[in-house]
Nanobody, 115 residues
Framework: QVQLVESGGGLVQAGGSLRLSCAASRTIFSLNTMGWYRQAPGKQRELVAA???????NYADSVKGRFTISRDGAKNTVYLQMNSLKPEDTAVYYC?????????WGQGTQVTVSS
């Protein structure tokens, strides 16, 4: 079992920045992958960014150059630094961890970008 707790969402103007945090209940290096997903109203949940246990990273095309995923092993926390935010980034952001064939999800944190 892995518990994930997200924080850092909020309301920001277009062009602004936010940093999301996802604290895991166990060492993140024991997990295959950790990632951030988002779901906007009426849309499917989509991958934003992910990092593997070995440190490989991938981003959705829509956030490349604006968002950065990183991790702190000492704190068992993964971050998502979001810069140059756009109204279309508005969504509930979820943290996900994969261990073996099992996915664990956080409760989500709302990000709202006003124009």
């Amino acid at each position: 079992q892995v518990q994930l707790v997200e924080s850092g969402g909020g309301l920001v103007q277009a062009g602004g920045s936010l940093r999301l945090s996802c604290a895991a209940s166990r060492t993140i290096f024991s997990l295959n992958t950790m990632g951030w997903y988002r779901q906007a109203p009426g849309k499917q949940r989509e991958l934003v960014a992910a990092i593997t246990g070995g440190g490989s990273i991938n981003y959705a095309d829509s956030v490349k150059g604006r968002f950065t995923i990183s991790r702190d092993g000492a704190k068992n926390t993964v971050y998502l630094q979001m810069n140059s935010l756009k109204p279309e980034d508005t969504a509930v952001y979820y943290c996900k961890a994969r261990q073996g064939w099992t996915d664990y999800w956080g409760q989500g944190t709302q990000v709202t970008v006003s124009s």
